[in-house]
């Protein structure tokens, strides 16, 4: 079966490093999303992209990265970690081409900065 | 500003009856579609239903239905026959269709526990 796959699903790092988070998804499809995930705040956007080589900012894209250089992958890179970034972070996909366009998440993965 | 607005506060139901949670939205689009996701104690999130603003019939998937008030920018899901596995937080989504906009706006979200 198709599906959307996050590593690690716990991290736990320190302030100041660089930290990647991988998404990789077997469905195709073409729009793939970034959003965390805070008590308080509900799911946040923080990176997006509708196709390879297109990447495009959230709402909370400061000291975020990410490179689209397939379909599958979009990983998620934190320059510079700070405990402000401590979350759960979810990928999701959908097909831009079929139906309403419900967003298919990823099992998260929770980032701890120390 | 917010796009979608949940603010009840935590919700407590018992087994078998129906819960309503509210969802507010705003936007000047007039394409737009509305969603609705379950999030249990285990992380994952699972959707349950789809609205778009031209379909003239309220969503309907199983036990759950959308009731859509159009011109009040509402769009409260209805969970009927509570159930223990209903469990879990809820959140309320939009899609604005214009200018090919493929992002999904969530709300904060609702929390509703399942009481024998």
Not at chain 1, 32 to 39: A, E, H, K, T
Not at chain 2, 51 to 76: H, I, V
Not at chain 2, 79 to 99: H, K, P, T, V
């Amino acid at each position: 079966d198709a599906e959307i796959t996050q590593s690690p699903r716990h991290k736990i790092t320190e302030t100041g490093r660089q930290v990647t988070l991988a998404c990789h998804q077997t469905w195709n499809h073409n729009n793939m999303f970034w959003y965390r995930q805070d008590l308080g705040h509900g799911l946040r956007l923080i990176h997006y992209s509708y196709g390879v080589q297109d990447t495009n900012k959230g709402e909370v894209s400061d000291g975020y990265s990410v490179s689209r250089s397939n379909t599958e992958d979009l990983p998620l890179t934190l320059e510079s970690a700070a405990s402000s970034q401590t979350s759960v972070y979810f990928c999701a996909s959908r097909d831009s081409r079929e139906g309403p366009g419900e967003l298919f998440f990823g099992e998260g993965s929770r980032l701890t900065v120390l | 500003a917010q796009k979608i607005t949940q603010t009840q506060p935590g919700m407590f139901v018992q087994e078998k009856e129906a819960v309503t949670l509210d969802c507010t939205y705003d936007t000047s689009d007039q394409s737009y579609g509305l969603f609705w996701y379950k999030q249990p104690s285990s992380g994952e999130m699972i959707f349950l239903i789809y609205q778009g603003s031209y379909d003239e019939q309220n969503a309907t998937e199983g036990r759950y239905s959308l009731n859509f008030q159009k011109a009040r920018k509402s769009a409260n899901l209805v969970i009927s026959a509570s159930q223990l596995g209903d469990s879990a937080m809820y959140f309320c989504a939009m899609r604005e269709f214009s200018y090919g906009n493929n992002r999904l706006a969530f709300g904060k979200g609702n929390q509703v526990v399942v009481i024998p």
